[in-house]
């Protein structure tokens, strides 16, 4: 069992607000699971809290934010390895490898 941080309690009271928000469970219910989980140590105490309040949901536009992400990123990074094999005296076309690796995100968001 590992030990748990402010990070993974913020993902579970996050977890906890959105299942409030869903009418899964009441404000009495709310604040005892809060209090569990800001007293939680290890990881199993966590899952003991949130367990039974079903899948961890995608937050809203999570799918639009890692396309842009994606986006950026390949577009960031292709334009300075074209530019940097520009300016090293061109030769064999290498960005072509940045340009797959980074576009294969987008290949995967395209898909689903």
Same mark, same amino acid.
């Given at each position: 069992?590992?030990? $748990? ?9 996050? /977890? ?5 928000? %869903?009418?899964?469970?009441?404000? =009495?219910? &709310?604040? #005892? ?7 939680? %140590?290890? #990881? ?12 961890? =949901?995608? =937050?809203?536009? %999570?799918?639009?934010? /890692?396309? $842009? ?9 292709? $334009?300075? %390895? $074209?530019? !940097? ?8 076309? *290498? =960005?072509? *490898? !940045? &340009? !797959? ?8 968001? *395209?898909?689903?």
């Amino acid at each position: 069992m590992t030990r $748990v941080g402010d990070l993974e309690r913020e993902a579970a009271r996050a /977890r906890l607000v959105e299942a409030y928000a %869903a009418g899964r469970i009441d404000a =009495p219910e &709310l604040e #005892s699971r809060a209090e569990a989980v800001w007293g939680a %140590a290890r #990881s199993a105490d966590l899952v003991a809290v949130v367990d039974d309040l079903g899948e961890d =949901p995608a =937050p809203p536009g %999570a799918a639009n934010h /890692r396309l $842009v992400r994606d986006l950026l990123v390949f577009l960031i990074c292709g $334009v300075i %390895a $074209v530019l !940097v094999w520009h300016l090293t005296g061109k030769g064999f076309f *290498w =960005p072509v *490898w !940045v &340009l !797959v690796y980074t576009g294969l995100p987008l290949l995967r968001l *395209w898909r689903d």
